[in-house]
């Protein structure tokens, strides 16, 4: 998270820009609620969501994620072992 002083004028490093960030809206995710002091700021939103089953995820992934991985790749689903 930035420091609310330093969103008009943050500099990618990697990139030498410089970057407004002023009107910027960041999204972040977690898997708990374990995470650093500094993230868990007092203006931020900690919204709780279900998170999705376990079994679902996997169906989403055999669906669709792995086909679309296969042909990205040009392998062949006969040619993938469990």
């Known amino acids: 998270m930035l420091d609310p002083e330093q969103n008009s004028k943050f500099t990618d490093h990697y990139l030498e820009v410089d970057f407004d960030l002023s009107h ?3 999204i972040t995710t977690a ?11 007092p203006d931020g ?13 996997l169906e989403i992934a055999k669906r ?14 006969q040619r993938i072992r469990r």
């Open 24 to 26: 910027v809206m960041f």
């Open 31 to 41: 898997n708990s609620y374990t995470m650093p002091r500094p993230l868990l700021r």
């Open 45 to 57: 939103d900690h919204p709780h969501l279900r998170a999705t089953p376990r079994t679902r995820r």
């Open 64 to 77: 669709h994620l792995l086909p679309k991985q296969l042909k990205a790749h040009g392998l062949k689903p």
